[in-house]
Protein backbone atom coordinates (compact mmCIF):
# COMPACT_ATOMS: atom_id res chain seq x y z
CA UNK A 1 0.00 0.00 0.00
CA UNK A 2 3.15 2.28 0.57
CA UNK A 3 4.04 1.30 -2.62
CA UNK A 4 0.93 3.30 -4.49
CA UNK A 5 1.09 5.96 -1.67
CA UNK A 6 4.22 6.75 -2.68
CA UNK A 7 3.42 6.63 -6.55
CA UNK A 8 0.69 8.97 -6.27
CA UNK A 9 2.60 11.29 -4.09
CA UNK A 10 5.34 11.20 -7.05
CA UNK A 11 2.72 11.95 -9.52
CA UNK A 12 1.24 15.06 -7.92
CA UNK A 13 4.24 16.13 -7.62
CA UNK A 14 5.03 15.77 -11.23
CA UNK A 15 1.79 17.16 -12.15
CA UNK A 16 2.63 20.62 -10.47
CA UNK A 17 5.89 20.76 -11.74
CA UNK A 18 6.12 23.19 -14.39
CA UNK A 19 6.51 22.04 -18.04
CA UNK A 20 8.56 24.35 -19.47
CA UNK A 21 11.49 22.60 -17.31
CA UNK A 22 10.75 19.56 -20.01
CA UNK A 23 11.08 21.82 -23.04
CA UNK A 24 14.00 22.06 -25.40
CA UNK A 25 14.87 26.05 -26.25
CA UNK A 26 15.39 27.27 -29.62
CA UNK A 27 18.01 28.83 -31.42
CA UNK A 28 18.54 30.68 -34.72
CA UNK A 29 14.45 31.95 -35.07
CA UNK A 30 13.67 35.37 -34.85
CA UNK A 31 9.54 36.72 -35.70
CA UNK A 32 8.62 40.25 -36.27
CA UNK A 33 4.96 40.88 -35.55
CA UNK A 34 3.27 42.36 -38.35
CA UNK A 35 -0.18 43.61 -37.12
CA UNK A 36 -2.41 42.84 -34.14
CA UNK A 37 -5.79 43.02 -34.08
CA UNK A 38 -8.58 42.40 -31.57
CA UNK A 39 -12.15 41.10 -32.45
CA UNK A 40 -15.36 41.93 -31.03
CA UNK A 41 -16.38 37.70 -30.75
CA UNK A 42 -14.44 34.71 -31.33
CA UNK A 43 -12.88 33.35 -34.49
CA UNK A 44 -14.23 30.02 -35.88
CA UNK A 45 -12.78 29.17 -39.82
CA UNK A 46 -12.84 25.99 -41.49
CA UNK A 47 -12.24 25.06 -45.37
CA UNK A 48 -13.18 22.87 -47.41
CA UNK A 49 -10.57 20.88 -49.78
CA UNK A 50 -6.87 22.23 -50.57
CA UNK A 51 -6.54 25.76 -49.18
CA UNK A 52 -4.20 28.11 -50.63
CA UNK A 53 -3.14 30.59 -48.01
CA UNK A 54 -1.89 33.97 -48.65
CA UNK A 55 -0.44 36.86 -46.61
CA UNK A 56 -0.71 40.36 -48.22
CA UNK A 57 -0.43 43.86 -46.90
CA UNK A 58 -2.84 46.33 -49.12
CA UNK A 59 -2.60 50.04 -48.96
CA UNK A 60 -5.34 52.29 -49.60
CA UNK A 61 -4.86 55.71 -50.26
CA UNK A 62 -7.03 58.13 -49.16
CA UNK A 63 -10.45 58.63 -51.08
CA UNK A 64 -9.54 54.92 -52.40
CA UNK A 65 -11.93 52.01 -52.69
CA UNK A 66 -11.41 48.47 -53.64
CA UNK A 67 -14.83 48.72 -55.81
CA UNK A 68 -17.33 46.09 -55.62
CA UNK A 69 -16.53 42.52 -55.15
CA UNK A 70 -16.45 39.32 -52.92
CA UNK A 71 -13.72 36.29 -51.84
CA UNK A 72 -14.42 33.09 -52.84
CA UNK A 73 -12.67 32.08 -49.47
CA UNK A 74 -12.48 33.44 -45.94
CA UNK A 75 -10.15 36.76 -45.20
CA UNK A 76 -8.83 37.96 -42.09
CA UNK A 77 -7.81 41.33 -41.74
CA UNK A 78 -6.02 43.21 -39.50
CA UNK A 79 -6.16 47.19 -39.74
CA UNK A 80 -2.69 48.49 -38.97
CA UNK A 81 -2.96 52.21 -39.37
CA UNK A 82 -6.20 54.29 -40.50
CA UNK A 83 -9.46 53.82 -40.68
CA UNK A 84 -11.46 51.64 -43.47
CA UNK A 85 -15.13 51.68 -44.21
CA UNK A 86 -17.02 48.65 -45.74
CA UNK A 87 -20.44 49.14 -47.20
CA UNK A 88 -21.82 45.64 -47.00
CA UNK A 89 -24.56 44.15 -49.97
CA UNK A 90 -27.51 45.14 -47.55
CA UNK A 91 -25.92 48.68 -47.76
CA UNK A 92 -25.12 48.21 -43.81
CA UNK A 93 -21.52 50.12 -43.10
CA UNK A 94 -18.57 48.87 -40.79
CA UNK A 95 -15.58 50.93 -39.68
CA UNK A 96 -12.95 49.28 -38.49
CA UNK A 97 -9.86 51.23 -36.97
CA UNK A 98 -6.33 50.66 -36.20
CA UNK A 99 -5.84 47.80 -34.00
CA UNK A 100 -8.90 46.19 -35.04
CA UNK A 101 -9.69 43.05 -37.10
CA UNK A 102 -12.39 41.21 -38.33
CA UNK A 103 -13.40 38.65 -41.15
CA UNK A 104 -14.94 38.61 -44.12
CA UNK A 105 -17.31 35.89 -45.45
CA UNK A 106 -16.73 33.94 -48.68
CA UNK A 107 -19.42 33.71 -51.70
CA UNK A 108 -20.87 36.00 -54.00
CA UNK A 109 -24.04 36.80 -51.28
CA UNK A 110 -21.26 38.87 -49.02
CA UNK A 111 -20.29 41.45 -51.96
CA UNK A 112 -18.98 44.43 -50.44
CA UNK A 113 -16.78 47.76 -51.13
CA UNK A 114 -13.86 48.93 -48.19
CA UNK A 115 -13.13 53.14 -48.35
CA UNK A 116 -10.76 55.31 -46.96
CA UNK A 117 -12.83 58.20 -46.50
CA UNK A 118 -9.97 59.58 -43.82
CA UNK A 119 -7.06 61.74 -44.62
CA UNK A 120 -4.17 58.76 -43.92
CA UNK A 121 -3.65 56.04 -46.13
CA UNK A 122 -5.30 52.65 -44.73
CA UNK A 123 -2.57 50.16 -44.63
CA UNK A 124 -4.20 46.76 -43.88
CA UNK A 125 -2.10 42.71 -43.42
CA UNK A 126 -4.79 40.52 -44.86
CA UNK A 127 -4.24 36.57 -44.86
CA UNK A 128 -6.80 35.36 -47.43
CA UNK A 129 -8.18 31.36 -47.17
CA UNK A 130 -8.52 30.36 -50.77
CA UNK A 131 -9.98 27.31 -52.20
CA UNK A 132 -6.35 26.69 -54.61
CA UNK A 133 -6.02 28.40 -57.22
CA UNK A 134 -8.91 31.06 -56.73
CA UNK A 135 -8.37 34.52 -57.01
CA UNK A 136 -7.87 36.63 -54.20
CA UNK A 137 -11.08 38.66 -54.95
CA UNK A 138 -14.21 39.08 -58.03
CA UNK A 139 -15.72 42.11 -58.95
CA UNK A 140 -19.45 42.68 -58.43
CA UNK A 141 -22.01 45.24 -59.47
CA UNK A 142 -23.30 47.53 -56.91
CA UNK A 143 -26.21 46.08 -55.14
CA UNK A 144 -27.90 49.56 -54.96
CA UNK A 145 -25.78 51.32 -52.18
CA UNK A 146 -23.99 53.62 -54.47
CA UNK A 147 -20.79 54.12 -54.86
Not at 37 to 66: A, F, L, M, W, Y
Not at 85 to 112: K, L, N, W, Y
Request: with cysteine; hydrophobic share 40%.
Amino acid sequence: MRKWALVTVLAAVIGVMPSAALATPGSGVTGTILAKGTTDSGIKIKTKGRTDVIVRTITVEPGGSTGWHYHQGKLIAVVQSGTLTRTMADCSVETSTAGQSFIEPDGADHIHIARNLGTVPVVLYVTYLLPEGAPLSVDAPDPGCGG
